[in-house]
């Protein structure tokens, strides 16, 4: 069964700081990977997503993420953080019908 | 430019009442999904339709039903309410299965609680 890990629950980084948040698949097959975001009492907006290619990918507000097969990893990043990228994160593994797997999320707060 | 239409945003209901939670979207989608999102859970699947007339279990089904007569409706029943239902529902879509070169689109989600 496919699932996802995103260790931290909570990250809190200085605004202007660079950000790296965590995300560990297990999936059988080829992974299609994403990062979803949602701000507080919003739904999920896509930040970016991974189907082939390129293993770094670009996403929308700055976030780039980048896949490595060897370590089952997707990790989400960003050079400078501004407050309001404060948010709960959300990556996700598909790959079939029956819709994504979600990791639990992580809390970005953000430090002035 | 509407996407995935969920409705009611906020419902407060009574232990045993029932209700259902409306969803609906404008982009021709075949696959369409709900899911739960509990505080520190992420988001669990309840039902999913790859199609009009053709629904599905997802990790979570028990409590709920759905129907799918249309391919921009999609339902979600709660037949008798318990606070364990407390919770975020969102409502998704995609063209094709989610991860075969697609994403899916979010609503806005509905705030559920039992009392």
């Known amino acids: 069964a496919q699932s996802v890990t995103q260790p931290d629950i909570h990250i809190t980084v200085s605004e202007g700081a660079s950000l790296e948040l965590r995300c560990n698949y297990s999936?059988?097959?080829?992974?299609?990977l994403f990062w979803y975001v949602q701000s507080p009492g919003q739904g999920l907006q896509l930040l970016l997503k991974?189907?082939?290619?390129?293993?770094l990918v670009q996403g929308i507000k700055g976030f780039e993420a980048e896949f490595k097969r060897s370590q089952s990893s997707f990790n989400l990043r960003k050079p400078s953080v501004h407050w309001s990228d404060a948010a709960e994160y959300f990556c996700a593994v598909g790959g079939g019908a029956d819709g994504l797997t979600f990791g639990k999320g992580t809390h970005l707060i953000i430090q002035p | 430019n509407a996407g995935v239409t969920q409705t009611p945003k906020f419902r407060i209901l009574k232990i045993g009442q029932s209700m259902t939670l409306q969803c609906t979207q404008d982009?021709?989608?075949?696959?369409m999904y709900w899911y739960r999102q509990d505080p520190g859970m992420g988001l669990k699947l309840i039902y999913y339709s790859v199609g009009a007339g053709i629904t599905d279990k997802g990790e979570v089904p028990n409590g709920y039903n759905v129907s799918r007569s249309t391919t921009e409706d999609f339902p979600l029943r709660l037949e008798l309410a318990a606070p364990s239902q407390t919770s975020v529902y969102f409502c998704a879509s995609s063209y094709r299965p989610t991860g075969m070169n697609t994403e899916a689109f979010f609503g806005q989600g509905t705030r559920l609680t039992v009392v």
């Open positions: 991974y189907f082939s290619g390129d293993t």
């Open positions: 999936y059988g097959a080829t992974p299609y």
């Open positions: 982009m021709n989608h075949n696959y």
